[in-house]
């Protein structure tokens, strides 16, 4: 399954040149996939994400991981993560595989394709037992060419076993989640896809 991943991010990078022409330097953006591209994921994936991101020399090295909250409580800081260099631009692939309600487990895969080349990792949470039968909504941040500047929230799936209904995370989120947290008690369980870019001297630069 990683191996096929692999191909199929690779493939969608290609497909969508990796890169908007309107993309500014040290920013990254959500990308809207064609019905192609969709198709290529799909085989894969149940949920699915593909940002492009675009950095000057300074930065050399991309994080990208995934925490879990439950209630709003922070319970896993790195379900799935991944470190790789990176260089100019390139794309973030991250997709849930479909459900396997047998061994009660949730499948994250992160795929970061940059300077020709494409790194990608499946993980898992193996607490999971119950989210299959949840309502569950998903969301991105909604910009073009957010700054890259410290940690950035790039995605969110919540999950929720109130019958009455859910949305998902606003946008207002993204632009400033120590201010919206508290929106995250609202659901049982929730998944933030979290990056960060880091410079010659370790940190962000």
């Not at 040149?17 to 990254?28: F, H, L, R």
């Not at 800081?77 to 470190?83: A, G, V």
């Amino acid at each position: 399954m990683k191996k096929l991943f692999s191909i199929v991010a690779l493939s969608v990078c290609m497909l969508s040149a990796c890169v908007t022409n309107d993309s500014q330097s040290n920013t990254i953006s959500t990308v809207e996939l064609s019905e192609r591209e969709n198709a290529f994921l799909t085989i894969t994936s149940d949920k699915s994400f593909v940002f492009d991101f675009d950095i000057d020399d300074e930065y050399k090295v991309l994080s990208v991981w995934v925490e879990k909250y439950e209630f709003g409580k922070l319970v896993d800081d790195k379900i799935s993560s991944i470190i790789t260099p990176v260089e100019k631009s390139g794309s973030i692939i991250f997709a849930t595989a479909k459900a396997d309600h047998s061994r009660n487990q949730q499948t994250f895969n992160i795929g970061i394709s940059s300077n020709d080349s494409t790194r990608s990792i499946s993980s898992f949470d193996d607490n999971a037992a119950g989210v299959d039968k949840m309502s569950s909504v998903w969301s991105d941040f909604q910009e073009k060419n957010m700054p890259i500047e410290g940690e950035v929230v790039l995605a969110s799936i919540c999950y929720s076993s109130n019958e009455s209904g859910m949305s998902s995370l606003r946008n207002d989120f993204y632009k400033d989640v120590d201010g919206h947290m508290s929106e995250l008690e609202e659901y049982d369980v929730v998944y933030l896809l979290k990056a960060e870019f880091i410079g010659e001297n370790g940190g962000d630069s």
